[in-house]
């Protein structure tokens, strides 16, 4: 039954499904792992309007584009030859990017034998998509040990790769001391993903299964991340990536939570020096779905967004100028909808939020992009398969 | 006629090897009315976790440790992941001895609506669990339960 959705769901955006191949025992373990409902995609606009997709199908990361904004896609290119035991699902999610050149970057992340461990994988196409490097693992600690929530970042020949990594969890673990979360690293290419140099930590203590959301500000890469503050306080901090331990703290929410949220935030600039950040908390001092901006001197007031009693979350932010567009899952009952809201003078006022999609099956976050300075909605559902609309406010 | 007795004694078959193999009953949208009214008038708490929760071991563990003191402690336990991960759900909880435990995992992959069926408000940050008292008044938590928050509630609520 799953499987026939899968298929139609595969169908109806324009995919085939290939004759699964013939696997060892210890493939067949991994494809069985990463078949389970792999709804996380990526998803990216080139500068010509092409939408590009990434998604996992029995351990392959295979990528396809369409021309149409998502009606037909290409026949699905494979990046991964040999399966992998993929993690797209939720907070673990394959990215995506298209630079100016055209040179396609897709990175992923691959479970480990061991719960709660994985290595984060690498891959380019220099020829538009045709076909794709032979993955590297990125992460140059290759313990058994988490190195996952991986986030990318492409401008020209830059290519930053952060995700969050227990090196030094594990360290302190075998010395008999305590860690609290994990650690935010980084890599930076400056050829176009040709090499990469050596891992970097960015900060020590990020939550530990929460994604990392990212964004260009200028030349600077900046990243917006749950933390974990003092007394267990898991609330957000915002860091230029290339300069290490200089945390800003970005919420001030009081959530005290010894467990996982696994509820990143996202985050947007907008050209103009200003970041435009949404989360989630459950804190003391607030509770549910915010947006605030950063201009570089000052954070503006938490904005609350969102229905609480239909569990609105996964926020998502794109920022074009001074339209900001802001969407965000709820579940009401009977079906799951995205949910949209839109500030046309730079997140200072907000429209009424309206619905732009639903399903009743199973559903991956919402993803915003920008398609030639436009916000689209990018959605894909277990039984719609993949939707993309203009958000039209 | 007799091709639907071979299915029903199938299924029989295959819910006998189920119990014994000690899974997880499935938790429904109907599980939390059932669960309170096998509790009605008394104290219970329920508690969620999932293979993927890294904080939520440690307090299995506590759990394990406490049900062994208290095998009649009304704790239900319940794993929200998807139903294809049954395997490593069972396996789990024979790993920490909880085979025997009021165990629950979730029959839809559709998680939103089960959690929306507990708890409209819960997004499903990890653990959670809901401490309901001898009038089911409840109280939700997000995070792992401490020992000494538990053996309170124990003394003040069942003792």
């Known amino acids: 039954m799953v499987r026939r959705l899968l298929l139609i769901a595969a169908l109806a955006v324009g995919w085939a499904q290939a004759a699964p191949p013939k696997h060892d025992m210890a493939a067949m373990w991994s494809a069985q792992q990463a078949v389970a409902r792999p ?110 929530f991986p986030a990318l970042l492409v401008a020209g020949q830059r290519v930053l790769i952060a995700w969050l990594d227990a090196r030094e969890r594990q360290a302190a673990l075998a010395a ?190 919402p993803i915003l992009l920008a398609r030639q300075g436009k916000p689209w909605l990018v959605w894909h559902s277990e039984r719609e398969g993949l939707q993309a609309m203009a958000v039209v406010q | 006629m007799r091709r639907r007795l071979r299915f029903g004694l199938m299924l029989l078959a295959l819910s006998a090897g189920w119990a014994l193999a000690g899974a997880p009953k499935p938790f429904a949208a109907d599980t939390p009315a059932e669960l309170a009214k096998r509790f009605a008038g008394k104290p219970y708490l329920l508690a969620f976790w999932s293979v993927d929760c890294p904080h939520c071991q440690g307090e299995l563990e506590l759990f394990a440790r406490l049900l062994r003191e208290r095998p009649d402690l009304p704790v239900s336990l319940v794993s929200v992941d998807a139903p294809e991960l049954a395997p490593q759900v069972a396996a789990r909880l024979a790993e920490l001895g909880l085979g025997d435990a009021d165990n629950w995992q979730f029959a839809d992959a559709r998680a939103a609506r089960l959690r929306f069926a507990i708890d409209r408000q819960w997004r499903g940050e990890l653990p959670r669990s809901y401490w309901f008292d001898a009038a089911h008044r409840v109280q939700g938590v997000s995070g792992a339960v401490s020992e000494a928050a538990l053996r309170r509630w124990l003394e003040l609520g069942l003792d």
Request: glycine content about 10%; overall charge negative; charged content about 20%.
């Open chain 1, 39 to 148: 709804l996380a995609v990526a998803a990216a606009f080139d500068g010509a309007g092409r939408l590009w997709l990434a998604r996992v199908e029995s351990g392959q990361l295979k990528v396809a584009q369409s021309e149409d904004s998502g009606r037909h896609f290409t026949w699905p290119v494979t990046v991964n030859a040999l399966p992998e035991t993929i993690a797209a699902e939720g907070e673990s999610r394959p990215q995506i990017a298209v630079a100016a050149d055209g040179t396609v970057h897709v990175l992923w992340n691959i479970a480990l034998a061991k719960p709660y461990t994985g290595h984060v994988r690498y891959s380019r196409s220099t020829d538009g998509g045709r076909s794709f490097s032979a993955p590297i693992t990125v992460n140059d600690d290759r313990a058994e040990i988490s190195h996952r």
């Open chain 1, 176 to 365: 008999g001391e305590k860690f609290a979360g994990a650690s935010l690293y980084v890599t930076e290419s400056t050829d176009g993903g040709a090499s990469f140099g050596a891992n970097r930590r960015v900060a020590a203590h990020s939550c530990e299964c929460c994604r990392l959301a990212v964004a260009w500000r200028g030349n600077e890469a900046m990243a917006f991340w749950r933390q974990v503050f003092d007394g267990n306080v898991r609330d957000f901090a915002l860091a230029d990536l290339s300069e290490p331990e200089q945390l800003m703290r970005a919420s001030d929410d009081d959530w005290h939570i010894d467990g996982c949220p696994h509820h990143g935030g996202a985050l947007a600039a907008d050209g103009q020096g200003g970041l435009h950040l949404v989360w989630f908390t459950q804190g003391r001092a607030r509770q549910g779905l915010f947006y605030r901006r950063y201009d570089r001197q000052s954070f503006s007031a938490p904005y609350k967004f969102g229905n609480d009693a239909a569990q609105a979350a996964h926020p998502a932010v794109i920022a074009s100028g001074r339209t900001i567009t802001v969407a965000w899952l709820e579940y009401d009952g009977q079906a799951n909808r995205v949910w949209t809201m839109q500030s046309r003078d730079g997140g200072r006022h907000w429209a009424q939020a309206r619905s732009l999609a639903s399903s009743e099956g199973t559903v991956d976050y």
